[in-house]
C-alpha cells in the first residue's frame, strides 16, 4: 500500500458571517425558482455551456473517488427521434398497463401522458449512466462504491449547474430504461440513471400548481 499523498486545501475560502449568510440566502432564493418543465423550445444552446456544467457534475463527491458515472451528450435529431420512439413505447405500456391506479393518481397533478415531443424538439438530451464497476487497462473488473449515491450527486450538481446557467431540464426516467444502452452505445455493466432533457424553456410554458414542504417538514434539529 502507498501512503496517501496530501496537498494544502488552499482552495478553501473563510467568509464573513454576514456573506456567508446572504450567499445561503441568494442561493435559495434563486434555486427555488428552478421548475421541471415539459414543454422545450427548440433554440440551440451553446455546447460550452453544456460542457461546463458537466464538469461541475464531475466535481461531485463520490464513493472512493471512482468517479462512477457517464454522461451521454444527445442533440442529433436521428438519435433524438430513436430515443423518443423507445421511450414512448415503455410509457405507453406504463400508462396503459403497468402503473398501479394509485401511481397514476399521484400523476395526475402533472399532467403527464405518455406522449413525449420533448425528446425531439429540445436541443439536448443527457444520458446519465451509473458505472455499477469497471474494467481496467487489463481487463479486470475495478469496484465502484455508494453508485447510486454518487450518480444522484452528481446529477443534483448538474441539474443545479443548468439552472444557474440559465437553462430548464426535465428529469425524465422511461421504466426499463434499458434501451439507452444501445441507442447511446454504452456497455451493459453501466445502468442508466436517468435521462435529463435540457434546454430553453417554450415560450409561455405552464407549469404546475404544486409547493414544496417548509423547513419543519423536510428538517429536524436534535
Ligand atoms: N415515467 C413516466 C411517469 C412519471 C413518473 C413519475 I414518479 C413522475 O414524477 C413523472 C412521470 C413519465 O415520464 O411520464
Known amino acids: 500500500m502507498r501512503d496517501p499523498n496530501f496537498v494544502p486545501h488552499t482552495d478553501y475560502e473563510e467568509r464573513p458571517v454576514s456573506e456567508m449568510k446572504k450567499r445561503a440566502f441568494e442561493f435559495y432564493e434563486d434555486m427555488k425558482h428552478r421548475r421541471t418543465v415539459r414543454d422545450f423550445s427548440d433554440r440551440t444552446v451553446p455546447r460550452d455551456i453544456i460542457e461546463n456544467c458537466l464538469l461541475a457534475a464531475g466535481t461531485a463527491p463520490n464513493g472512493a473517488n471512482k468517479q462512477p458515472w457517464h ?23 406504463f400508462y396503459n398497463r403497468r402503473a398501479p391506479e394509485d401511481w397514476l393518481e399521484d400523476l395526475q397533478p402533472l399532467g403527464t401522458n405518455e406522449n413525449k415531443p420533448f425528446l425531439e424538439k429540445a436541443p439536448y438530451l443527457i444520458g446519465i449512466f451509473a458505472q455499477n464497476y469497471k474494467f481496467d487497462e487489463n481487463g479486470e473488473k475495478e469496484k ?20 444557474k446557467s440559465g437553462l430548464a431540464t426535465l428529469t425524465h426516467t422511461p421504466s426499463p430504461m434499458g434501451f439507452l444502452n444501445e441507442i447511446m452505445g454504452r456497455p451493459s455493466h453501466e ?7 435540457v434546454g430553453y424553456p417554450e415560450e409561455g410554458v405552464q407549469v404546475p400548481e404544486i409547493s414544496k414542504k417548509s423547513l419543519d417538514e423536510i428538517a429536524t434539529f436534535l
Not at 442529433?76 to 410509457?91: C, F, L, Y
Not at 450527486?153 to 441539474?159: D, N, P
Not at 445502468?191 to 432533457?197: H, R
Open 71 to 93: 454522461f451521454v451528450l444527445v442533440s442529433d435529431p436521428k438519435t433524438k427521434k430513436k430515443i423518443r420512439v423507445e421511450a414512448e413505447n415503455e410509457e405507453h405500456e
Open 191 to 197: 445502468k442508466p440513471f436517468l435521462l435529463l432533457v
Open 144 to 163: 465502484h462504491y455508494y453508485v447510486k449515491e454518487s450518480v444522484g450527486i452528481a446529477t443534483g450538481i448538474l441539474i443545479t449547474a443548468l439552472h
